[in-house]
């Protein structure tokens, strides 16, 4: 009978030193898994009894958390419609944007915050958020915005990186959304934004700057170029030009823009830098289609981040940009003219102006400078990730004499005299529409470049109209 005791309470004790160590397990480690899992509906609710952390840029808040009457906190963003592309929102439902990038820092459940001891994660008492530092300029990213939405757009978004460290000076994005709508603590408040924003047919809570894509028209040439270049060409080889290129296999001919009848594009031979700077639709049609060729063009789209979505925040991909992979020589002209298959973020192609303003080398884009525990004191600074290599200096010195050739007498030159120092039009055509797709990318201060730019404007007319956005948004920038 003592023998059978004994087993029993030895059973009985080795299971119960296993259900505390199970209760440790689940309950100290792994209970933000648990707390994110998608089948835990509680999850949004259960985190607006914490102090949610704020974003911050600039050393201004645009976001942060106040203390309501029972006892939960409820999400303030400042300029909301402005700043959505970076903030996002923290809602019942969902979180986007920044919210949802450094969630675990600005709730205070990040290890790096070090706040609580495992007895703290046992008992479940909750700390203070950190605060998420933007690399957004806040005077800059007020003046995209308001000229975006001031210029008559259907869609437009603006991307500024500096080019040498990738940070993300301006993302904007209309039309927009005021985060506080969406993150209503009331859940039939926040249903209803909802259900409004959602049924309206141009998107506004996607951000157009990194989640959509759209032809980018002349702009690609700027690739199309720096392929050339890799192929050992250079800013004064002689390329073919001529009023109309038709591609082998097919049936229908690519021109050059009726308003380039009778200048340089008409000539059968005319200098690289001099078809770039008129945008010469033959050439670069040509170039896409037989040489450099379909591979070249591709390979270079590649260096510069075309083909995988860009990751410019924890778990924030934008959308893949594309070039088409294709034996059809048709189908790479029009491509490579930045029509067709080929389709590009503004994000992408502010990436682009950047890796020719750098020397060629192609930084990752980053929206976020550091993270400060709830005491001020730095807990992680973003440092600069270089992503490839898409040309030598040479080359990349050459590229932006072509791209300055654009404003001081091609298709960009009404820019001169502003800030923009070289740059690149383009105008996508949209089958059916009534406007097209305006784009401006380029670089600037004029005194001392370091700012890459890419503006998006879709309305009727042509991408020069987008230039003098970017202009005032680099005119806002530091000097």
């Known amino acids: 009978m003592d023998r059978a005791l004994g087993g029993a309470w030895a059973i009985t004790l080795v299971m119960s030193i296993a259900l505390l160590v199970n209760i440790t397990y689940v309950q100290g480690f792994k209970a933000q898994s648990l707390r994110d899992d998608s089948l835990n509906a509680r999850q949004f609710e259960n985190r607006f009894k914490i102090d949610r952390g704020p974003i911050v840029a600039d050393g201004e808040r645009l976001a942060w958390s106040e203390k309501t009457g029972d006892d939960r906190y409820q999400r303030h963003y400042q300029d909301g419609p402005a700043f959505a592309p970076v903030t996002g929102y923290f809602s019942v439902f969902s979180q986007t944007g920044l919210e949802d990038a450094e969630n675990h820092f600005l709730d205070g459940t990040d290890p790096r915050l070090k706040a609580?001891?495992?007895?703290?994660?046992?008992?479940?008492?909750?700390?203070?958020?950190?605060?998420?530092?933007?690399?957004?300029?806040?005077?800059?990213?007020?003046?995209a915005y308001d000229a975006l939405t001031s210029s008559g757009s259907r869609r437009a978004a603006a991307v500024v990186l500096d080019a040498k460290t990738g940070a993300i000076l301006v993302m904007a994005s209309t039309p927009s959304f005021d985060p506080n709508e969406v993150s209503s603590l009331d859940r039939e408040e926040a249903t209803t934004a909802f259900d409004r924003l959602g049924d309206q047919p141009l998107k506004p809570l996607l951000n157009k700057a990194a989640y959509e894509l759209f032809p980018p028209g002349s702009t690609f040439k700027t690739v199309v170029a720096a392929s050339a270049l890799k192929a050992d060409a250079s800013e004064d080889t002689l390329v073919r030009a001529g009023r109309s290129y038709t591609p082998p296999d097919a049936g229908q001919s690519i021109s050059n823009d009726a308003g380039d009848i009778g200048g340089?594009?008409?000539?059968?031979?005319?200098?690289?830098?001099?078809?770039?700077?008129?945008?010469?639709?033959?050439?670069?049609?040509?170039?896409?289609?037989?040489?450099?060729?379909?591979?070249?063009?591709?390979?270079?789209?590649?260096?510069?981040?075309?083909?995988?979505?860009?990751?410019?925040?924890?778990?924030?991909?934008?959308?893949?940009?594309?070039?088409?992979?294709?034996?059809?020589?048709?189908?790479?002209?029009?491509?490579?003219?930045?029509?067709?298959?080929?389709?590009?973020?503004?994000?992408?192609?502010?990436?682009?102006?950047?890796?020719?303003?750098?020397?060629?080398?192609?930084?990752?884009?980053?929206?976020?400078?550091?993270?400060?525990?709830?005491?001020?004191?730095?807990?992680?600074?973003?440092?600069?990730?270089?992503?490839?290599?898409?040309?030598?200096?040479?080359?990349?010195?050459?590229?932006?004499?072509?791209?300055?050739?654009?404003?001081?007498?091609?298709?960009?030159?009404?820019?001169?005299?502003?800030?923009?120092?070289g740059g690149k039009t383009g105008t996508a055509d949209i089958e059916g529409a009534s406007y097209n797709d305006r784009w401006f990318i380029g670089f600037g201060p004029r005194s001392d470049p370091r700012y890459a730019v890419a503006v998006l404007t879709e309305a009727p007319g042509y991408g020069i109209e987008s230039g003098p956005i970017a202009a005032r948004i680099v005119d806002a920038l530091p000097g």
Do not use: W
């Open 116 to 143: 609580t001891s495992i007895v703290d994660k046992l008992i479940g008492n909750p700390v203070p958020g950190g605060t998420v530092e933007a690399t957004v300029d806040v005077n800059a990213q007020r003046v």
């Open 264 to 421: 340089s594009c008409d000539l059968s031979q005319i200098p690289l830098i001099e078809a770039f700077a008129q945008s010469c639709n033959t050439t670069f049609a040509y170039m896409g289609a037989e040489a450099p060729g379909n591979d070249a063009v591709r390979a270079e789209a590649g260096k510069f981040g075309f083909g995988d979505g860009i990751e410019f925040a924890d778990g924030l991909t934008s959308a893949p940009s594309s070039f088409p992979e294709t034996g059809q020589a048709s189908l790479s002209a029009l491509g490579s003219i930045g029509q067709g298959s080929t389709v590009a973020s503004p994000l992408q192609m502010a990436m682009v102006a950047a890796g020719v303003l750098n020397d060629g080398e192609v930084m990752r884009p980053h929206l976020v400078d550091k993270l400060r525990a709830p005491d001020g004191v730095t807990v992680d600074t973003i440092s600069p990730q270089r992503m490839s290599s898409a040309l030598t200096s040479g080359q990349a010195q050459q590229m932006r004499d072509m791209m300055e050739a654009v404003v001081e007498r091609g298709t960009g030159e009404s820019l001169q005299g502003t800030s923009i120092l």
